[in-house]
């Protein structure tokens, strides 16, 4: 197979373009999707600060990697989970990435903030692991960026991360996440950062295959909660969709954003007010988070 | 040749030679779903594969539904 550039044997074949690349073409190609969607969402400002939050997997270092080579001004925010060797491997891939290019790596640690590692909370509270990680992910990474004085911050979902979540709130006709199901969420609080996903037009195979040709040193396992996840089921669905209609994938996640998404969206009018035990920003009185930790608080003493 | 799976990391043997994407179908791998690595080379689909080389088949698929990837 030739590259589609320059003829030279290609490294990656990219079906829903119906085109091959070489290592160096095609690593051109991925930064110019990076910088296109940079571009068209207003992400962020080469005079910003860009918060990186990274989990050692092939998406946020690959992310991280191409912002670092582009000039940009970031740190890594790493969050560590306790997930027994699973973050402790990937903590170090972070901090081994961080160290390599002379950037600054932000760790917090769940166990801190919530009162106990993210295995513990799922046994306290019974939710669904992905739930309650998630929520301790979304609060810290703003926190996070709240302390240390960054506007953004930015996550390594990709392509097909996006067109899973989308499907999930479908399928379920979540009216209420299909408006905030964006590449860019704006900032609606003082005290809420903008996030963004600069690696939403590129696949998962793409960032893999970034990673690998960039020889990023990525945790390859999978976290060992993920397995049964509704999110995998999702993807293996749509990878079924992808390899009978190459683009299926890209058409479903970018025909939502240009043609349905404007028709979800409303003048929200929830009110946000500032969590009476942390501070931060919540639509009651208590937050979620607050409310989470209390719990595991209660079921583990 | 020795192929390499991960998630769990496992080795097999396969005789013969091959195209990649006629392995994956053997292998019952869709091809979107992983990087198939020779001697540090990605390949793709149309590269023959055989005799003493040793792939390793590298799943691309992140997990769960966190927030950072």
């Not at chain 1, 004085?149 to 979540?174: C, I």
């Not at chain 2, 869709?30 to 080389?53: F, Q, Y």
């Amino acid at each position: 197979m030739k590259c589609r550039k320059c003829g030279g044997t290609a490294a990656l074949e990219l079906r829903r373009h119906n085109a091959a690349f070489c290592s160096p073409h095609f690593l051109e190609f991925f930064r110019k999707q990076v910088a296109e969607a940079v571009h068209r969402h207003h992400m962020f400002t080469r005079e910003e600060k860009i918060m990186v939050a990274v989990s050692g997997g092939k998406d946020s270092l690959a992310l991280w990697d191409v912002l670092i080579e582009d000039g940009y001004q970031t740190a890594g925010l790493y969050l560590d989970l306790g997930i027994f060797d699973y973050s402790k491997e990937s903590k170090a891939k972070c901090e081994a990435f961080a160290a390599a290019r002379g950037q600054t790596l932000h760790i917090e640690r769940v166990a801190e903030a919530v009162g106990a590692p993210i295995p513990v909370v799922q046994q306290a509270t019974r939710r669904p692991t992905c739930s309650a990680c998630g929520l301790s992910k979304r609060y810290l990474m703003n926190r996070a960026a709240l302390e240390h004085g960054y506007p953004v911050v930015a996550t390594g979902h990709n392509l097909d991360d996006e067109a899973a979540t989308l499907f999930g709130s479908v399928m379920h006709w979540q009216t209420d996440a299909l408006p905030r199901q964006s590449p860019a969420l704006a900032s609606t609080h003082p005290k809420l950062v903008r996030r963004v996903k600069p690696l939403y037009r590129l696949s998962e195979l793409e960032t893999a295959a970034f990673a690998f040709l960039r020889g990023i040193d990525y945790i390859v396992e999978e976290c060992p909660f993920a397995k049964g996840a509704t999110s995998i089921a999702h993807k293996e669905v749509l990878n079924r969709l992808e390899e009978a209609s190459p683009g299926s994938k890209h058409n479903f996640l970018f025909g939502f954003l240009e043609k349905a998404r404007p028709a979800f969206e409303k003048v929200e009018n929830v009110e946000l007010h500032e969590c009476t035990s942390c501070g931060q920003v919540t639509t009651g009185a208590i937050c979620a988070f607050c409310k989470l930790a209390d719990l595991v608080k209660r079921r583990t003493s | 040749m020795k192929i390499i799976l991960r998630n769990p990391r496992r080795e097999i043997a396969v005789d013969g030679k091959r195209r990649v994407k006629d392995l994956l179908v053997e292998l019952e791998i869709l091809p979107s779903t992983v990087l198939v690595i020779r001697d540090n080379e990605l390949l793709t689909g149309d590269a023959t594969v055989g005799g003493d080389d040793v792939l390793e088949v590298r799943p691309v698929m992140s997990g769960g539904r966190g927030d950072t990837r």
